[in-house]
């Protein structure tokens, strides 16, 4: 029963993170830095926003290797999942046409990517190429804080991500002020138990 809740949940909140993700575009405020970076890419090479996703997700899982990370069952699936689920969300969304809406929109996602990011992590199936970048990052480089490696990444995609135009706007500040609070309220009580383990410490918000 314990593997099919830790199944369940990792397959909905991948599917809830690639909404999160299209709530947030459709809004027009502004982005993550790593999804600022997806965008901008989509704009310069006209491939769905989605597909940029996986694409992008390729070479930074290859990345893993040199750090001697290793994927699991949810790294395969945050792969997979994550982009396609965006796409089908921006499909079917419609465009904030007021402000009002752009601002139900943006909240709804951030609020959303907290419960997702805790559902995918609390499942203890692995973690999404992009986190395992930034702790691999952290365990081959001990005397680097997670925060400031991090925060390096996320400043250097944020940059490249606007440069190729992508969105960053008042979301993209909310998203960084309020992700952390979410998913500290969120993981402790979505994380399937195991003896003798804290799955909060594991905890990075980013897909």
């Known amino acids: ?38 965008q901008g890419l989509s704009e ?10 996986l694409l992008v997700g390729v ?6 290797i040199p750090l001697r990370q290793r994927p699991g069952i949810g790294t ?13 969300a921006l499909a079917v ?5 007021t402000i009002p809406a752009r601002v ?14 805790g559902l995918y ?9 992009r986190d395992g970048l930034m702790t691999g990052l952290a365990r081959r480089f001990p005397k680097l804080s997670l925060r400031m490696i991090r925060t390096g990444i996320e400043l250097s995609v944020l ?14 500040i909310a998203y960084a002020l309020a992700i952390g609070p979410l998913v500290h309220l969120f993981l402790p009580r979505l994380t399937v138990p195991e003896p003798g383990r804290d799955a909060t410490t594991d905890a990075v918000p980013a897909h």
Not at 27 to 35: E, F, K, Y
Not at 121 to 129: Q, T
Not at 159 to 172: E, I, K, M, W
Request: hydrophobic share 55%; glycine share 18%.
């Open 76 to 88: 395969v699936a945050n792969l997979l999942i994550v982009g396609f689920s965006a796409d089908a």
């Open 121 to 129: 992590i609390g499942s203890r199936m692995g973690p999404g190429p």
């Open 59 to 64: 070479p930074v899982l290859l990345l893993w």
């Open 1 to 38: 029963m314990i593997l099919v809740r830790r199944v369940t949940q990792l397959l909905v909140g991948l599917v809830l993170y690639g909404v999160s993700m299209a709530l947030m575009i459709e809004s027009g405020l502004g982005l993550n830095p790593w999804d600022v970076f997806h």
């Open 93 to 97: 969304l419609p465009a904030g046409a």
């Open 44 to 53: 310069v090479t006209g491939i769905s926003f989605g597909w940029v996703v």
């Open 104 to 117: 139900g929109y943006l909240v709804a996602g951030i609020l959303l990517n907290g419960v997702a990011t």
């Open 159 to 172: 940059g490249a991500g606007f440069l190729l135009g992508g969105t960053v706007g008042v979301g993209t």
